[in-house]
Nanobody
């Protein structure tokens, strides 16, 4: 399975970005997807996740109300719409896929995801 993330860039505080992740080589429509982020020297942080058909979503408290995760199973794509960006949102953002049966807590643990994209860098200037 391959995950290709894109859409990162440099944006001013208060701005918006939309990240995309296209998945190939797996039954995309059957599996949960998540977004995580990482700042160099720190651990991978949960951002958002969505179940297989999109009717359940989960967010980190730090991004609730500002980020929206969505998916289109016909396009094998998951998005992360980010608005009202803050400098503390600066990180390398990864998309990930889990083939496991996840409870609510499981969606937020990076160990539950088996496949990962290469990351896309988001930089928010103040």
């Amino acid at each position: 399975v391959q995950l290709q993330a894109s859409g990162g860039g440099l944006v001013r505080a208060g701005g918006s970005l939309r990240l995309s992740c296209v998945v190939s080589g797996s039954a995309f429509s059957s599996y949960a997807m998540g977004w995580f982020r990482q700042v160099p020297g720190t651990g991978r942080e949960f951002v958002a996740a969505i179940n297989w058909n999109g009717d359940r979503t989960y967010y980190a408290d730090s991004v609730k109300g500002r980020f929206t995760i969505s998916r289109d199973n016909a396009k094998n794509t998951v998005w992360l719409q980010m608005i009202s960006l803050k400098p503390e949102d600066t990180a390398l953002y990864y998309c990930a896929q889990s083939t496991r049966f996840l409870g609510e807590l499981g969606y937020k643990h990076f160990e539950e995801y088996e496949a990962w994209g290469q990351g896309t860098l988001v930089t928010v200037s103040s």
